[in-house]
Nanobody, 121 residues
Framework: QVQLVESGGGLVQAGGSLRLSCTASGRTFSNYAMGWFRQAPGKEREFVAGIRWGGGSYADSVKGRFTISRDNAKNTVSLQMNSLKPEDTAVYYC????????????????WGQGTQVTVSS
């Protein structure tokens, strides 16, 4: 089992920045690919960014604005979000899976409880 806890959400104006963090416990963190997903009201949960080794992969909607990183020594994965837009408003979830990071949410085995990000216009 892997337990994931997100933090760092909040309310920010359009154009602003937020940094989300996810702390993992329970298994060897470096063995897992990590992903960030988000879910807006009335919409399906969607892939935002993923990372296993080296650089991350991103949804087109956030490419160039968001950066995913991980610190295996601290068992954390972070999502730096810059130039935020109102359409980025959602609950953001951290997720873990074995193997490589993918964009498909059903392939992730472990999920955090989510953290709310609200971007005002």
């Amino acid at each position: 089992q892997v337990q994931l806890v997100e933090s760092g959400g909040g309310l920010v104006q359009a154009g602003g920045s937020l940094r989300l963090s996810c702390t993992a416990s329970g298994r060897t963190f470096s063995n897992y690919a990590m992903g960030w997903f988000r879910q807006a009201p009335g919409k399906e949960r969607e892939f935002v960014a993923g990372i296993r080794w080296g650089g991350g992969s991103y949804a087109d909607s956030v490419k160039g604005r968001f950066t995913i990183s991980r610190d295996n020594a601290k068992n954390t994965v972070s999502l730096q979000m810059n130039s935020l837009k109102p359409e980025d408003t959602a609950v953001y979830y951290c997720a873990a899976k074995s193997g490589v990071a993918t964009t498909r949410r059903y392939e992730y085995d472990y999920w955090g409880q989510g953290t709310q990000v609200t971007v005002s216009s």
